[in-house]
């Protein structure tokens, strides 16, 4: 049954999840984390769905945990919180093999900033803001967040980020290489959804190859991550994505990807 929290559509191969609370600003109950979590699974293992597009309903992307809800009340452990919720939501989005684009669309702050991060692709609109709001709570980063920014910014920016909560514009995020593009703000749903379509329609085996990939890399030294290369290689060059695109590229036609192994 499909939550009221997390929206799903579907169309040209594109799954896209709508946060549905904008009167809280689609701060996240455990109801809605674990719906965003089996709506991710779902379209993980739909064969229709080549490539998922995560946005938030209203003027907010998200505001992280509803710091109301009463299912994750102030006197329990905030380990078991993000043991049971945040953290395998980020888990299973770093480990989906098809592609994640995020269109953040306002405000991200907590952990709904960290989600966004945890995309593959992120466009966000130029009035958006990432904000790691939980020092203003006595809180550190989670859902990723000490990991993504220091990966990204490096150690000044990220401390500097999370110690005084300080709202990062969608222009600057991109232009220290946090996102991937900041979108004048009408543009930026079409602007997604082109992309995210372009990517249901590629060669989705070998991008969801490559993501592992990219990913591994900031695990590896040089000489393994050219194993794993090899490795991956072998399976992109047997799928037949691999035979249809040179196929296409010699008869001078476009290529119909399947996405298939
Ligand atoms: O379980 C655990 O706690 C551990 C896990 C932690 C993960 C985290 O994400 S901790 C960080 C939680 N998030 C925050 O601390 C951010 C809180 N929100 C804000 O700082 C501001 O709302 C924003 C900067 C995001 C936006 O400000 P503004 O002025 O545009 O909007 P607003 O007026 O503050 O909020 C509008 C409504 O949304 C308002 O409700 P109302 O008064 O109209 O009924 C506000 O209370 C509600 N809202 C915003 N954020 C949350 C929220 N309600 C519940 N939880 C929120 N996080």
Redesign the pocket.
Known sequence: MQSETILVSEAEGLTTLTLNRP???N??TAEMNLALRLALSEARERDACRAILLTGAG??FS???????PA?S?DGD?GE??EE??NPLIRLMRTVEKPIVCAVNG?A????ANIALACDIVLAAQSA?F?Q??S??G?IP??GGTWTLTRHLGEARAKALAMTAA?LSAQQAADWGLIWRAVADGALMAEAQALAIQLAQGPTFGLGLTKHAIQAAGEHGLSAQLDLERDLQSQAGKSPDYAEGVAAFTEKRPPRFTGKA
């Open positions: 009167d809280k600003l701060s996240f003027r907010a505001a992280g945990q509803d710091l109301a809800d994750v102030a905030l919180t993000i919720y945040y405000v702050a907590g952990a709904g803001k904000i709001a939980f203003k709570i809180l989670d859902s709202p």
